[in-house]
């Protein structure tokens, strides 16, 4: 079991003091501080974050986001909005993207036509690689 410590004054011998709204409530001997311990919340890991935002920035939505990491779309725009982040305004610009191993990569940039008339990025997901390529609408 892990040691409770006073918040206050870091002193290692606060005793149980009832409980305050379903959480234990300690009070500290040395300088007579009454505190509850709270729980800590999930956390995603930062990659998964970094990677969400990364291609939300590439032009990927929020629910493409959400199918490729796994994580949902809400954390996602919470991200976003802590993070500041705003879509670059400019040309009219369609982002497509694939999901390939690394033999399917390796085969992928040998094709030249695939790379034609096209911007791309290969970024890694995992143990599998994506490509974003971004192509100019056609009207």
């Known amino acids: 079991m892990k040691a409770i410590s006073c918040p206050r004054c870091s002193a290692s011998n606060p005793i149980k003091s009832g409980i305050v709204k379903g959480r234990q409530r300690y009070h500290c001997k040395t300088c007579r501080y009454y505190f509850t311990v709270f729980k800590k ?80 990025m290969i970024t890694e997901l995992g143990d599998k690689f994506m490509v974003i390529r971004w192509e100019r609408f056609r009207k």
């Open 41 to 120: 919340g999930k956390s995603t890991e930062p990659y998964y974050v970094i990677k969400a935002l990364q291609l939300y920035l590439e032009g990927v939505s929020l629910r493409e986001i959400e199918r490729l990491l796994g994580i949902s779309h809400a954390s996602v725009h919470n991200w976003i909005k802590k993070a500041n982040l705003q879509l670059p305004q400019g040309p009219s610009y369609r982002p497509s993207y694939k999901v390939l191993s690394h033999t399917e990569l390796n085969q992928f940039l040998q094709d030249p036509a695939a790379l034609r008339k096209a911007g791309c």
